[in-house]
């Protein structure tokens, strides 16, 4: 009988482990994909940036080529 409350308590021991270890999987789980959305978004955030960027040098480089044709065309 000993030997059988001794299993028990290994088995009890064993669970308690697996129990803690899933839940700290669980919260660096949630921590990643905090982290993994925040950067997301961020990098959307700069992507928008980069478009904008783009528009405003593509208006002025138009605007450039344009004046530069008018210039030559006289």
Known sequence: MHALKAAL??????VGRLEHAAANREIRFNRREHELSEALTQARAEAAKANENADAVSKRLEAAIGRLESVLET
């Open 9 to 14: 308590d290994r088995l009890g021991h064993a």
